[in-house]
């Protein structure tokens, strides 16, 4: 079972060294800021109050390519299938930025991550049109590599 906070620096649990993924990299260390992060469901929710930052859980991130040409090729990319799911997780998920620093601009800003935001599949403000990702991004939600 893969727990979901690495607490020392050095990559290791109780004394174990987790064992590479397949395919990606395990990251952990990283900071969720603007929102607090539901372990149970996991996805995104207001943060308490008081609470300004939330370590997050061990994130498992690898590439999809969009690129047209033939899947079973290196470099060939998932052409027109990879483009529709990511067209489908865009409308229930969060497209969060990771930066490096807490100062956000792209000289800092080293990958998105797609976070789980859907309520139930209904937007969050029915009233005012406002989706779930669309309110984390104006909540300026984000990942952060230090707090400092």
């Known amino acids: 079972m893969l727990k979901e906070v690495i607490q020392g620096d050095d990559g290791k649990i109780e004394g174990k060294q987790l064992s590479s993924p397949a ?14 992060w539901n372990k149970a469901e996991k996805k995104l929710e207001d943060s308490q109050p008081k609470e300004l930052y939330y370590t997050f ?23 027109a299938k990879a483009k529709q799911e990511l067209a489908n ?8 930025p990771v930066y490096k620093y ?3 601009n792209d000289r800092y800003l080293i ?9 139930n599949g209904a937007p969050q403000h029915p009233n005012k049109g406002l989706t779930a990702p669309m309110k984390w991004k ?3 939600v984000s990942l952060l590599c230090t707090k400092d």
Not at 23 to 36: F, P, R, S
Not at 67 to 76: E, K, R, S, T, V
Not at 89 to 96: G, N, Q, R, T, V
Request: proline share 7%.
């Open 23 to 36: 395919e990606g990299v395990y990251i952990h260390g990283l900071y969720l800021e603007g929102a607090g």
């Open 57 to 79: 859980p061990i994130l498992h991130v690898s590439a999809v390519s969009v690129a047209a040409g033939n899947p079973n090729q290196p470099g060939g990319g998932g052409g």
């Open 89 to 96: 997780l865009e409308k229930i998920a969060y497209s969060c």
């Open 102 to 104: 807490p100062l956000r």
């Open 111 to 119: 990958f998105r991550v797609y976070l789980k935001a859907e309520t």
């Open 138 to 140: 104006l909540a300026g």
